[in-house]
């Protein structure tokens, strides 16, 4: 197992990122959880979404599981939670509604996604007290911030031809979780309506995973960024010319040294 700990000190260097970066599990059975984790509606009284128990564990630092009673069907129907009813398939029940902030059938067909009844839980908790093995990191930080973290990625991984990405309106926890996961391949994600609405990403917070399997490789790149000097956060700036003033400062200047001529 990556220790973890290692990990966490890696990001606070090179990366500095405001919330805490979170590992996610996917969990087939209740023995894959730690002692000391929340469940919404059992601990917390409440039924949540899965970008709402990400949001609760990068800001609260708290350790959380969702399961099939996640608040969101988008995300219940990508982690595997909820199956795939022929009514919804076909459009029908979605063509039943008074309101339309629902996915048509081609949509849902489009999503990443396990298969239905594999997995229990989705596990979410801060990389620094994460006592499980993750299958992804994600990180929430600034574009300069991600921009550091894929040249990590990019130099650890040595994918010179750069990262395929796929860019949809929503639903970012179907491609920073089961996309990442399905492919091996790290994953962009603009902070879309749904993690928006209630709100819980700022407008310069962007998302970045990163499968467990390339996680050494990209502690390794973003070392040798941070060697080269170039790839660092903060990004680094030119500073080496003369300062340029408003008339008369100059002047002012060489009168207090006694400069004049």
């Known amino acids: 197992m990556v220790n973890l700990k290692e990990v966490d000190q890696a990001w606070t260097r090179y990366l500095r990122p405001q919330t805490f970066p979170v590992a996610i599990r996917m969990c087939e059975s209740d023995e894959e959880l730690p002692d000391r984790v929340r469940i919404p509606q059992r601990d917390l009284g409440i039924t949540i979404s899965l970008c709402h128990a990400i949001a609760m564990a990068r800001r609260y630092g708290w350790s959380i599981a969702v399961d099939k009673y996640v608040s969101c069907y988008v995300a219940g129907i990508s982690m595997g939670f909820l199956p795939l009813l022929p009514d919804i398939l076909d459009g029908s029940f979605q063509k039943s509604l008074e309101i339309g902030m629902v996915m048509g059938p081609a949509a849902i067909e489009n999503l990443p ?9 989705v596990l979410i908790a801060p990389v620094e007290r994460a006592t499980f093995e993750p299958h992804v990191i994600l990180t929430y930080a600034s574009p300069a911030q991600i921009w550091v973290l894929l040249g ?15 860019l949809t309106t929503g639903a970012g926890c179907t491609n920073y979780i089961t996309r990442a996961i399905q492919t091996d391949e790290a994953q962009f994600a603009l902070v879309g309506t749904g993690e928006r609405l209630v709100p819980h990403p700022q407008d310069y917070e962007c998302g970045f995973s990163i499968p467990m399997g390339k996680i050494e490789d990209t502690v390794r790149g973003l070392e040798a960024g941070w060697r080269a000097g170039i790839s ?10 003369s300062s340029q003033h408003p008339p008369g400062y100059e002047q002012m200047r060489s009168h207090l040294l006694g400069e004049e001529s």
């Open 152 to 166: 990590g990625y990019l130099t650890g991984t040595r994918k010179a031809g750069g990262l395929n990405v796929t």
């Open 113 to 121: 996604k396990f298969e239905y009844g594999k997995y229990k839980y």
């Open 232 to 241: 660092r956060y903060p990004i680094p700036t030119f500073l080496r010319y």
